[in-house]
């Protein structure tokens, strides 16, 4: 389901939209935007009908032009990690990892305990800590408001069952935070977002309501920087992947939608439904795939269901494939550059579906053949070239690969959240199971960047 807006994403509306944003042109709807990109007074007219290569688009391909981030203009300034402890009704030891940023308190709201599917609030020692130690991080041993199971405690329940938070965003002294379900079979879930007033875990949480597009948007969260607020027709980015189980019912590549959360955290919730203007999408059910050979399988398990045989030399894509998940994207102020981070696997063994990999291991699901062959990953879109994409699924990035990371032990300990903080301009990721001190902690750490380029 797509909104009005998102009907009108034909090339002369994302032109329009596109020049709005630059300042070169008011659109209101009449004249023809596609002639005035046309005039030559910028280059959009040229990124109309052309994608970007993504053979072309490696991380060795030399610095983006100006006004696009590249991956070394990220700085990393520290990282602390929350000590294995039970905070409330839960603990943050094998955390589902979603993050969000709460400006009034320098805090993070964090979900917890995957199967408890709970969030708490910590706050963000100054300062980070620099060491390469993991012990000698500091250490935050307290919560400002420990793990409560806010995804059941809506006013109207949990009808559908969601059990995962897949994204948090702090607007106004609320949180909004959306959920999914890991296995949605028959793809029927259609509930996605909560309001949290006041960001008060134990207090009121309004819900459920559906964001336009679904499964397909419900998941990371981010401000808009105002300069593309008008241009992409939200204060607001919404977007997710096939982060989880039953592909059927995902983008196969990350998502961009634009919302206006004020309005939503701010009118009665007389209504379901929250308007989405859809950006970028890859259907599954329309067969549209970021990589073409995004859910291709390079090895099988044969009839012994112990013998793995994998075709010669083939390799998964590296651009996107069954096992990458991108888990947090934001629009970085000051540039065109919608940035993505998630991991990847399989780009160097292949991937399977419950094979064996090389380490004894069976996996229970797609894998990669290799089990160390995974890395942490970030793609890099450029808007412009999302603006004035022909249809939802045109965009490619313009750089793409793997990327270490403090701490996360060759890609070993994922990317599993993210949330960006305007008023400081750092970018926090959480690692899965990276704070690990003792034998049976698994506590995520989490790194901070300066993007700022």
């Known amino acids: 389901m797509v909104s009005d807006m998102t009907a009108l994403t034909i090339p002369a509306k994302r032109a329009c939209a596109l020049l709005l944003a630059l ?21 959009a007219a040229s990124a109309l009908d052309a994608g970007v290569d993504a053979d072309a688009a490696r991380p060795d391909a030399g610095p983006p032009p100006d006004g696009l981030l590249g991956i070394d203009d990220l700085t990393y300034v520290g990282a602390f990690r929350i000590a294995s402890d039970m905070y409330g009704a839960s603990t943050p030891d094998y955390a589902t990892g979603a993050l969000g940023y709460c400006p009034e308190r320098r805090s993070l709201y964090l979900a917890g305990f995957d199967p408890d599917a709970m969030i708490g609030e910590f706050a963000i020692p100054d300062p980070l800590g620099t060491g ?3 012990a000698g991080l500091p250490a ?57 007033r006041g960001g008060q875990l134990d207090g009121t949480v309004d819900g459920y309501l559906r964001l336009e597009g679904g499964a397909l948007a419900a998941g990371y969260m981010a401000p808009i920087p105002e300069v593309w607020r008008d241009a992409l027709g939200g204060t607001t980015l919404v977007g997710w992947a096939s982060n989880y189980s039953i592909v059927s019912r995902y983008s196969v590549g990350p998502s961009l939608y634009a919302f206006d959360a004020e309005a939503v955290v701010g009118a009665p919730l007389g209504g379901t439904t929250i308007a989405t203007t859809a950006w970028m ?102 808007l412009d070239d999302i603006l004035t994409a022909a249809t939802p699924s045109a965009p490619r990035p313009y750089a793409y690969g793997p990327w270490s990371v403090p701490f996360d032990d060759g890609g070993r300990h994922a990317i599993i959240g993210g949330a960006y903080a305007p008023d400081t301009g750092l970018l926090y990721l959480s690692l899965s199971g990276a704070g690990q001190v003792g034998d049976y902690d698994r506590p995520p750490v989490i790194v901070a960047y300066d993007v700022i380029p």
């Not at 709807?29 to 005039?39: I, Q, W, Y």
């Not at 890859?282 to 390079?298: I, K």
């Not at 996996?363 to 062959?373: F, H, I, L, N, W």
């Open 23 to 43: 300042g070169l042109v008011a659109c209101d709807g009449g004249g023809d935007p596609d002639a005035a990109v046309a005039d030559g007074s910028t280059d």
């Open 132 to 134: 390469t130690d993991v």
């Open 140 to 196: 935050v041993d307290s919560a400002l408001q420990g793990f409560a199971p806010v995804l059941s405690r809506a006013t109207g329940g949990n009808p559908e069952g969601l059990d995962k938070v897949t994204g948090m965003l702090w607007v106004d002294g609320d949180l909004i935070v959306n959920a999914n379900v890991w296995y949605d079979a028959d793809g029927a879930t259609r509930d996605t977002t909560l309001i949290v």
């Open 281 to 382: 999408s890859f259907p599954y059910s329309e067969g549209v795939y970021l990589a073409d050979d995004a859910l291709e399988y390079q090895c099988d398990v044969l009839a012994d269901m112990v013998t793995t045989e994998c075709a010669p030399g083939a390799v998964a894509s590296d651009l996107w494939n069954f096992v990458s998940k991108a888990m947090y994207g934001f629009i970085v102020p000051g540039t065109r550059t919608f940035a993505l981070f998630g991991s990847l696997g399989g780009s160097r063994t292949g991937l399977g579906y419950k094979i064996t990999q090389d380490d004894g291991n069976l996996c229970g699901g797609p894998c990669a053949r290799g089990a160390d062959d995974y890395d942490n990953y970030y793609w890099f879109f450029d």
